[in-house]
């Protein structure tokens, strides 16, 4: 392998050029990312009308102690769906309540995180016929052991309108399938409504799971495209994400089903929560929005200018002024300034939608006039044949096998080199070779972004999909990391993600690769901004399955630069192609990162049967 680390030989990457995906599937986001313990918070989740569906809300107690319903009186107008709970029973007289009382439930998402020592806030809504003494409890999945408890207490009159209560509950247990419960032994009828519980400890204080947020920021993204994906779309337009319907006071939220992956999210993961995800990601926001086509039905061009207003409301509630109509909103949030939106995608996947074209040119016009600085991102694949539209990027999706990526990492090597910019939004190995997240996945995957670091002249931007899974929920596989409430791991692809943590704004180098059609190879320099150090980096993909020796020359280079002590070599490998990570065995297919003791100008190196290596120069 020949490198040219001559400086008049290296091309600049895009400072944009790997990033992350993050659409609300798997359960991503709602019993994920967003750190909300309680699922169907506001018993909405059958829609606006009673009765409403409030699973997985369940009924503590029997027939004759207690009847539960839904009706439309709550506080607030976007959901007036509210729980109704007649206690029939009481701590005196004939019907006496069991004992823990009566009342409800919430499992969560597949069971709450509990961990001892640590506090939940939670908050509810509550109204009564009468005086109320209610246990808010925290405990085990069957209700037999309590890791936090709190009464409210309240009068009558104090309750006889909603009433608003915040409790914090130290957990002196863990146990992660917990849930939360709200008994009582006192007869009469009470209301709930909007009903959280919110661990202190998120990321930054913004309501992400901690945990899960690291995953993100050890892969350096330099951008987060959001919030989907055909969640965007939806199969209905009626059903598609909005939003407006996603900001404001999380207990004004509507909520709404998703029905491409079917299943409610109460937006507490609003388009305001995106944006300052990307934030405090320190990345670039990329939003993705209807343009007015659903997997089903779709609104005709003449007919388009709603969705174009809410575009561009949605742009002015990101970044306007801390006074205008919509950057209000945003700064009586909590965020004044405004967030740095610079690009923004009309539309997924609807290219070949009849209306797609008509409609594209209405929001493209309509937002290249407001805002003659935000970058557009058009559906249609431009790296077949030229655009008959104006964007200064097309999308460009890929889900396929592993042979196939491996060879696609060819596939911009000749693409028209005029014209709009590649974003390569979704990739993925998928099939049979992926499972839920193979070696061999990564290794294509690897091959495939090697050849955009090369391309990355055309290729500005990409991103693997899906991000997430929680593996309570799996809508779509693999996925990048896998998740339930208390546990986490990347899958390879997550891992091979992390090779190109550094490839963003590097330099990249001419590489010659003078043997074996098994190897694809590329080389980047940068300065590292954690050590402030220097390192030239050469990764190689060995899909073969033979074992191979390879000499690497590096030209351009002095030979006495290089530092042995800070050098190393990095090595994603597996005894099996087809070995995953696990709950069981997270780190079974990870990275060994050793010390490269020949570190020079010239290297005789072995790459393993199947592995994906880099090489990193101290230089
Ligand atoms: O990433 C999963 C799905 O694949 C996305 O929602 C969609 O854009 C694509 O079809």
């Not at 085990?140 to 309750?159: F, M, R």
């Not at 009469?188 to 959280?196: H, N, P, T």
């Not at 089903?296 to 200018?305: F, R």
């Not at 690009?343 to 209306?355: P, Q, R, S």
């Amino acid at each position: 392998l020949l490198v040219n680390a001559s400086d008049a030989a290296g091309r600049p990457i895009p400072d944009t050029l790997f990033g992350i995906f993050f659409e609300e599937i798997n359960h991503a986001g709602a019993g994920g990312l967003w750190a909300e313990l309680v699922s169907n918070r506001g018993f909405e989740a059958g829609g606006p009308n009673v009765p409403s569906n409030i699973d997985p809300w369940s009924i503590i107690g029997s027939e004759s102690s207690l009847i539960v319903s839904t009706d439309r009186s709550s506080l607030f107008e976007r959901n007036k769906v509210a729980l109704k709970m007649e206690v029939l029973c009481d701590s005196e007289g004939t019907n006496i309540c069991p004992v823990g009382g009566v009342g409800v439930y919430n499992p969560g998402f597949w069971g709450m995180n509990i961990q001892n020592g640590k506090t939940y806030k939670v908050v509810l809504y509550v109204r009564s016929s009468g005086a109320i003494n209610v246990s808010v409890s925290l405990t085990d999945s069957n209700g037999l052991q309590t890791l936090a408890t709190a009464n409210i207490i309240a009068s009558a009159s104090d309750v006889s309108d909603w009433m608003k209560v915040e409790v914090l509950l130290e957990a002196k247990a863990s146990n992660p399938k917990s849930r939360l419960q709200l008994t009582t032994t006192i007869a009469g009828v009470i209301w709930f409504d909007q009903v959280s519980v919110m661990p202190l400890d998120t990321y930054k204080g913004h309501g992400f799971r901690s945990d899960l947020v690291e995953m993100l920021t050890d892969l350096k993204p330099r951008f987060l495209r959001f919030p989907g994906g055909c969640f965007v779309e939806g199969e209905w337009l009626r059903n598609a994400f909005r939003w407006k319907a996603s900001i404001g006071p999380w207990e004004e939220r509507p909520g709404h089903f998703g029905d491409v992956w079917m299943y409610w999210t109460d937006d507490g993961l609003g388009y305001y929560e995106f944006l300052q995800l990307a934030e405090d990601l320190d990345t670039l926001p990329i939003w993705v929005f209807n343009n007015g086509v659903s997997h089903n039905d779709q609104v005709d061009t003449s007919s388009v200018m709603p969705f174009v207003q809410e575009a561009l409301d949605g742009i002015e509630f990101a970044r306007g002024d801390p006074n205008s109509t919509w950057g209000s909103i945003r700064a009586a949030m909590g965020h004044p300034e405004p967030f740095d939106l610079r690009y923004v995608a009309i539309g997924n996947e609807d290219c070949g939608k009849k209306n797609y074209r008509g409609n594209y040119l209405v929001f493209h016009s309509a937002i290249t006039q407001a805002y003659p600085d935000i970058k557009m991102i058009t559906n249609c694949d431009g790296s077949s044949q030229q655009l008959d539209h104006p964007a200064d990027f097309y999308d460009f999706h890929i889900y396929t096998s592993a042979n196939d990526l491996y060879s696609k990492a060819h596939r911009f090597d000749h693409t028209s080199r005029n014209g709009p910019k590649a974003f390569v939004s979704e990739y993925a190995v998928t099939g049979t070779d992926a499972g839920t997240g193979s070696l061999l996945a990564g290794l294509a995957e690897a091959a495939f972004l090697i050849g955009i670091e090369k391309n990355s002249d055309i290729v500005e931007m990409a991103s693997y999909a899906p991000l997430f899974v929680n593996a309570n929920d799996r809508r779509w596989n693999p996925d990048a990391i896998v998740f339930n409430s208390s546990q986490l791991y990347g899958t390879p692809s997550y891992w091979v993600q992390c090779f190109f943590r550094e490839s963003s704004g590097a330099t990249i180098l001419d590489t010659t690769l003078q043997t074996n059609t098994s190897l694809i190879a590329s080389a980047i320099t940068w300065q590292d901004s954690n050590d402030g150090n220097n390192y030239l980096r050469i990764k190689i993909v060995n899909f073969g399955g033979d074992k191979v020796n390879l000499t690497i020359d590096v030209g351009g280079l002095d030979p006495n630069s290089i530092q042995l002590s800070g050098s190393t070599k990095t090595v994603l490998t597996s005894g099996n192609l087809k070995d995953e990570n696990s709950f069981n065995q997270p780190k079974k297919v990870t990275p060994t990162k050793t010390l490269l003791e020949n570190a020079g100008t010239e290297m005789n190196v072995i790459l393993l049967p199947h592995s994906f290596t880099s090489f990193d120069l101290l230089k």
